[in-house]
C-alpha cells in the first residue's frame, strides 16, 4: 500500500473515531438533560410552544411601532428581522431534508423520553434557529444589555427546552443557534448593501 493511500485511510478512521465519540458525548449530555418525567414538563413545553408566536409577533411589533412613531430607520429594522426569520426558516428546512438525521426519540427510545410532539427531522433545530434569529436581529437594533440579554436569555432557553423535552440533539440546537444568528447578520448586511445601492440611483 502506497504512503499516500495509507495516509487516506488514517484520516478515514479518525474522521469515523471522532464522529462516533461525538456522536456518543452528544447522546450522553441529552441523556442528562432529558431526564425523568417531572413537575417542570409542562413548564417547557409552554415555552417551547410560544417560540413560533413570539418570533414571528418581533418584526410584526417592530413595523407597528415604527408606523406609530413615524420611524423609518425601526421600520428598516423590521424588515431587517423579518428577513432574518425567512433565512434561518429557509436554511432550516433546506437542512432538515438534506441531512434528514432521526429525532433522538425515534433512534434511542430505550435511552430518550419524548416529552413533546416533534415531526420531521431533526438537525438542526427549527426552534432555536428562528429564536436566535430574532433575538440577534434585536441585538443589532437595539444595542441596550437590557434588551440583549432577556432576548438571547429567551433564545437559549427555547433551544434547552427542545433538548429537555427529547426533540433535539444538542449539536441540533449549536446548529440551530449558529444558523438564526448567521441569518440574522446576513439579512442586516443584505439590507445596507440594498440600501446603499439605492441611494447610488
Known amino acids: 500500500i502506497s ?8 484520516i478515514i478512521f479518525l474522521l469515523f473515531t471522532f ?4 456522536q456518543s458525548a452528544d447522546l450522553r449530555l441529552l441523556e442528562n438533560i432529558n431526564g425523568p418525567v417531572t413537575g417542570n414538563d409542562h413548564f417547557w413545553r409552554t ?14 411589533i417592530m413595523y407597528a411601532t415604527a408606523t406609530w412613531q413615524d420611524n423609518h430607520e425601526l421600520k428598516i429594522h423590521a ?10 426558516g429557509g436554511i432550516t428546512f433546506t437542512a432538515k431534508n438534506i441531512i434528514k438525521r432521526p429525532r433522538p426519540f425515534e433512534s434511542y427510545p430505550e435511552l430518550i423520553i419524548k416529552k413533546d410532539k416533534g415531526g420531521g427531522y431533526s438537525f438542526p433545530s427549527g426552534h432555536t434557529s428562528m429564536s436566535f434569529a ?5 441585538s443589532l437594533t437595539c444595542k441596550r444589555w437590557y434588551v440583549t440579554v432577556p432576548a438571547f436569555t429567551y433564545a437559549a432557553a427555547v433551544g434547552y427546552s427542545r433538548m429537555y423535552l427529547g426533540v433535539h440533539y444538542p449539536s441540533d440546537v449549536l446548529a440551530g443557534a449558529l444558523t438564526g444568528c448567521g441569518s440574522a447578520y446576513l439579512s442586516f448586511h443584505l439590507q445596507k448593501w440594498l440600501l446603499r445601492k439605492e441611494a447610488k440611483r
Open 134 to 138: 430574532a433575538a440577534t436581529s434585536i
Open 19 to 22: 464522529s462516533a465519540h461525538s
Open 47 to 60: 415555552l417551547s410552544a410560544s417560540a413560533f408566536f413570539i418570533d414571528a409577533s418581533t418584526p410584526l
Open 3 to 10: 504512503n499516500g493511500l495509507k495516509i487516506r485511510l488514517a
Open 79 to 88: 424588515l431587517e428581522t423579518a428577513g432574518a426569520l425567512l433565512i434561518a
